[in-house]
């Protein structure tokens, strides 16, 4: 059993600690709170061992009369490997620490490239993270991209790409962000940072990003255009796609007419918190003319990189294979 433990339990990190916690590989030995507030509540009663960040916060849950196993330094003493989902430029600031205690460490997105030695997305470099101490997932919209990119270049050959993101401004949960009735582009200066954050996974592939922010809560969508080396036709791209893990097609004509009847399937179908861990990829939007292809896709921002974590840690821990941990992680998480 992989020992791990959770360094910042919000969006990220309470999904990444309910996913360790269904692997029949990894046991979750606690996870790092700095509030003893109602998400430390819900690990609380979920059994989740706290620890606090520091002495100091350690006493505002004794106060609050919340059991705390420790600190974070403790917590170290116990794992094998720690999943540093704290908010973005803050991981960097706990490697010395990490790097002390000897504790591998998975970081996100937030945090810059070189926090790591590789940054990762399972389908596309596992084997150049197996065995590596500092893992970072990318983000939300980089993970989305890397996964259609990679599998459309190994069957076509992708000699150009280019990708608008329409982002959504806030995870659900955040009052505190906008816009609430603006289209901000983001950045004004072209290209947006998304296209070298694709290179750090995939340096071979020739992108060049948009984005927006939008007054929305659920899921970012892609709108991508491709330039190919070999023919393709709309069956065989619909057909590739619909047999790749971590990939499901939605369509116009079955009522997915936008990101929110994607998440009211993900509800119908039960998933925990609603989560999309694949990338939802309208078929009716694929287009092929002369070399180019055309298509929409949707990204949960809040779960896409929950997989991803999870693989992470087995490369990281050098337990198995790309895709016996690939498949062990969907089976886990219920990807079909
Ligand atoms: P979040 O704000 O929801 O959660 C971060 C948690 O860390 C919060 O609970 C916060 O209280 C806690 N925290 C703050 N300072 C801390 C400290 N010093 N020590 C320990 N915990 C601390 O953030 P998030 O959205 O989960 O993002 C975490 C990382 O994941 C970031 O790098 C982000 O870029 C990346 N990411 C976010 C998303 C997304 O859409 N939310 C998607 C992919 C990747």
Redesign the pocket.
């Known amino acids: 059993m992989i020992k791990v433990g959770v360094?910042?339990?919000?969006?990220?990190?309470k999904r990444v600690a309910d996913a360790i916690n269904q692997q029949p590989d990894m046991k979750l030995i606690g996870v790092?709170?700095?509030?003893p507030d109602y998400?430390a509540k819900a690990a609380q009663i979920k059994g989740y061992p706290i620890y606090a960040?520091n002495k100091e916060n350690l006493r505002k849950f004794e106060e609050r009369g919340m059991n705390v196993e420790g600190t974070?330094e403790n917590l170290l003493d116990e794992v094998d490997i720690i999943v540093d989902?704290?908010?973005?430029g803050?991981?960097v600031?706990?490697k010395n620490l990490y790097e002390k205690r000897k504790v591998k460490a998975i970081?996100?997105?937030?945090?810059k490239h070189n926090v790591a030695q590789t940054s990762f997305v399972a389908q596309c470099n596992y084997e150049e993270a197996y065995g590596k101490d500092y893992i970072r997932?990318v983000?939300?919209n980089t993970?989305g991209l890397c996964r259609i990119l990679n599998v459309l270049d190994k069957a076509y050959g992708i000699t150009e790409a280019y990708a608008v993101l329409v982002r959504r401004s806030a995870?659900p949960?955040?009052v505190k962000k906008g816009p609430i009735d603006a289209i901000i582009p983001d950045p004004i200066q072209l290209p947006s940072h998304h296209a070298l954050d694709v290179n750090t996974v995939l340096p071979k592939i020739s992108i060049f990003t948009a984005a927006f922010k939008v007054p929305a809560t659920h899921m970012h969508v892609h709108s991508l255009i491709l330039q190919l080396k070999n023919k393709a036709d709309e069956d065989s791209v619909i057909e590739l796609l619909s047999n790749t893990s971590r990939m499901i097609l939605v369509d116009g004509q079955d009522g997915f007419t936008s990101t929110a009847e994607i998440i009211e399937y993900c509800r119908d179908l039960g998933r925990d918190r609603n989560d999309l861990y694949e990338n939802a990829i309208w078929a009716d939007s694929i287009k092929v003319k002369n070399h180019e292809l055309y298509l929409f896709q949707a990204i949960h921002?809040?779960a896409?990189?929950v997989p991803e974590n999870i693989d992470a840690i087995r490369a990281a821990m050098e337990i198995t294979g790309k895709s016996e941990s690939i498949k062990l992680t969907n089976d886990m998480l219920g990807i079909k």
């Open positions: 360094n910042g339990y919000g969006t990220i990190g790092v709170k700095t509030r998400k960040d974070i989902a704290t908010p973005g803050v991981g600031k706990y970081f996100q997105g937030g945090e997932c983000s939300c993970t995870d949960f955040d921002q809040e896409i990189v």
